[in-house]
């Protein structure tokens, strides 16, 4: 199956600063998620973006498919943002493979 | 509000008991998913089921019993569990082929004593 590598494990950022995470994958997908798990264990669906470029506020992803990885970028961070972030990459219909996570903790 | 409803959301059982964990989709999604997280370990999927036909059981021990009656519904019936199966459990559904994106409930924090 698919291989999926996260970097870094963990991240303790101060407020206010910006941070990349990486995801990177064994083979060609036809689909990539990134998601943050907040301290209650909700998984929210950030990105759906299994090529190309999107951004949503402070967030933005992109996917690079023909090298196999995708970034999430992380601006003006929050204590909010504070969380596991994980991406979920896949072919068909339930074949999704999820990373190990960044843990990410942001201080006041 | 996910789209995707799970209950309880915690629950604490005796190994000697039968339980059932709901989740209810309103989405019109048509494939659905159970999840197993446990403390320092990744996802690990379960079960998936497309059009209320299951379609991939990942070796889960006899002791996790689904049920899909519908597009909208999926349970996960429970007995004689182990203490190891404490874990967070973890619904979600899809628009199937192509998978346009997982939407997941909030879980079911399940202890077993």
């Known amino acids: 199956g698919i291989q999926v590598e996260q970097s870094p494990p963990d991240l303790i950022l101060q407020e206010g600063a910006n941070s990349t995470l990486r995801c990177n994958f064994s083979d060609s997908v036809n689909n990539l998620q990134w998601f943050h798990q907040n301290p209650w264990g909700q998984l929210i669906n950030l990105f759906y973006i299994p090529s190309g470029t999107k951004q949503n506020g402070r967030l933005s992803a992109t996917t690079v498919a023909t090298e196999r990885y995708s970034l999430l970028y992380i601006s003006s961070s929050q204590t909010t943002d504070s969380g596991v972030y994980f991406c979920?990459?896949?072919?068909?219909?339930?074949?999704?493979?999820f990373g190990d996570g960044t843990t990410l903790t942001v201080k006041p | 509000e996910t789209g995707v409803t799970q209950t309880p959301r915690h629950l604490v059982m005796g190994m000697t008991n039968k339980k059932s964990l709901k989740c209810e989709q309103h989405l019109g999604h048509n494939a659905m998913y159970w999840y197993k997280q446990s403390a320092k370990k990744p996802l690990e999927l379960m079960f998936v089921?497309?059009?209320?036909?299951?379609?991939e059981n990942n070796s889960v021990p006899s002791r996790f019993s689904p049920e899909c009656p519908n597009s909208s519904h999926l349970f996960l019936h429970l007995h004689t569990l182990q203490p190891e199966d404490s874990a967070l459990y973890l619904c979600a559904s899809s628009q199937g082929s192509p998978n346009y994106g997982y939407t997941f409930g909030s879980g079911t924090r399940l202890t077993v004593v």
């Open positions: 979920a990459v896949g072919g068909a219909v339930g074949k999704s493979t």
């Open positions: 089921y497309n059009f209320k036909e299951q379609t």
